[in-house]
Nanobody, 115 residues
């Protein structure tokens, strides 16, 4: 079965940096886009960053200028570089791959930013 796994989360002080990675395995072909979502405790899930097969990127206003999404040619991995982290960035971060009209989600990796 297809699987998406995120890694790189952890505890970091405000102002620090983390790099999240998203790796997939199994039968996922024709990936056209990837995205990083996040969901803080008691909050709705929000789109933090996305990237298309053509390399176009977009970011939520809350992370613009601090986060950067990238990918290798085979979408292994899809990375999210997070700089100047703030306590409000604390959330469970999810990777989503889109392929053939299907969405593939990872289980999430926890990012906790302390003051």
């Amino acid at each position: 079965q297809a699987q998406v796994v995120e890694s790189g989360g952890g505890l970091v002080q405000a102002g620090g940096s983390l790099r999240l990675s998203c790796i997939h395995s199994g039968r996922i072909f024709g990936i056209i886009a990837a995205a990083w979502y996040r969901q803080g405790p008691g909050k709705e899930r929000e789109l933090a960053a996305s990237i298309t097969a053509g390399g176009s990127t977009s970011y939520a206003d809350s992370v613009k200028g601090r986060f950067s999404i990238s990918r290798d040619h085979d979408w292994k991995p899809v990375n999210l570089q997070m700089n100047n982290l703030k306590p409000e960035d604390t959330a469970l971060y999810f990777c989503k791959l889109i392929a053939r009209g299907e969405e593939y989600w990872g289980q999430g990796t926890q990012v906790t930013v302390s003051s």
